[in-house]
C-alpha cells in the first residue's frame, strides 16, 4: 500500500511541475509578443510549435 501511494505521489508532483512549466512557457510568450516579437521567434524562445503560440495568444488577447 505504501508503495503505491509514493507513486501516486510521484504522478502528482511530475503533473504539477509539468502544469507548471506550460504556464511559464504562456507567460514567457505573452511578454515576448507584447514585446513585439512575431510568433516564429516565440515558437523558438519557449520550445513550442508556431501554431501552439497563436492558438495560445488567441486565448489571452
Given amino acids: 500500500m505504501c508503495r503505491e501511494m509514493e507513486i501516486m505521489r510521484d504522478k502528482s508532483r511530475a503533473e504539477g ?9 504562456r507567460e514567457t510568450a505573452l511578454n515576448l509578443y507584447n514585446m ?8 523558438k524562445a519557449v ?9 495560445n495568444l488567441n486565448k489571452t488577447v
Fill in 47 to 55: 520550445n513550442v510549435s508556431i501554431e501552439q503560440v497563436i492558438l
Fill in 36 to 43: 513585439g516579437m512575431n510568433a516564429e521567434f516565440i515558437a
Fill in 17 to 25: 511541475r509539468a502544469e507548471g512549466e506550460l504556464k511559464r512557457a
